[in-house]
């Protein structure tokens, strides 16, 4: 067992490529930019800040992990449930190293993560694993979570506050996902990039209007 789980990576997922890396990373920025800048964020500061009147920068707020990707399978080594049973899929030995291009088509933000959606098509759902929106959730969210379409919790994590780790983005993006099923709307505006909808306790969802695609490449991540 000690030498198959050697050979199981941290995580699977679809890498973007640098240049792709770049340019999202810049159109995100700029609309955390905006984001902080408008009213209706200002009005809910204190959700981000602890106090009412201060402001916040979420440029600086979030911290940016690299590589950006979308994972598809978290096997840690091994550890995780399923990870030997998905590395030897058929489909993931034939996709390994594949290009392939990703829909990002909303954007999140709440105060612990600041997230892409991703629309998987169904070539790519081939590539999500069974039980893939569960892993890592809490308990109280899995009957939401089983409502949703498979494949919901795809995202690319663009930042995490200080002290979050990057498994929350998926639940953060649930959570919001589950919100907006149950028929929540919440305070709506219109921004250049689509319509950006909040959910309360600091949720943000921006639905963009024209999806951001970027090439990847399907592939695996150790330290
Ligand atoms: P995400 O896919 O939301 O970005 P870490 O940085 O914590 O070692 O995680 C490495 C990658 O694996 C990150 O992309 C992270 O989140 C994802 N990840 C970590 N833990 C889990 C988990 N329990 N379930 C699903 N994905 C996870």
């Known amino acids: 067992i000690e030498q198959k789980e050697q050979g199981l990576p941290l995580f699977f997922g679809w890498f973007l490529l ?6 999202i990373k810049c159109a995100t920025m700029d609309f955390l930019k905006t984001l902080d800048t408008l009213d209706a964020f200002k009005q809910h500061i204190s ?17 940016t992990t690299a590589p950006l990707h979308c994972t598809t399978k978290f096997c840690d ?3 995780a449930e399923g990870a030997e049973e998905y590395a030897e899929l058929q489909v993931v030995k034939d996709s390994f190293d594949k290009s392939d291009e990703i829909s990002v088509t909303a954007l999140i933000v709440t105060p612990r993560t600041f997230g892409a959606r991703v629309a998987l098509t169904e070539t790519q759902m081939k590539l999500w694993p069974e039980g893939g929106d569960k892993t890592g959730a809490p308990e109280a969210l899995l009957p939401s979570i089983e409502a949703l379409p498979a494949g919901s919790r795809a995202h690319v994590t663009l930042g995490c506050s200080a002290g979050v780790e990057a498994v929350q983005t998926g639940i ?45 490449k399907f592939s695996s991540f150790s330290e």
């Open 77 to 79: 080594y091994g550890k």
């Open 18 to 23: 640098p240049e792709e890396e770049e340019r």
């Open 47 to 63: 959700e981000f800040t602890g106090e009412a009147e201060k402001e916040v920068d979420l440029e600086q707020y979030f911290q």
């Open 172 to 216: 953060d993006l649930l959570e919001i996902l589950a919100l907006q099923k149950e028929g929540k709307e919440g305070t709506q505006v219109e921004m250049e990039l689509g319509t950006l909808s909040y959910l309360g306790e600091g949720r943000w969802f921006l639905a963009l209007r024209e999806a951001i695609t970027a090439d990847t």
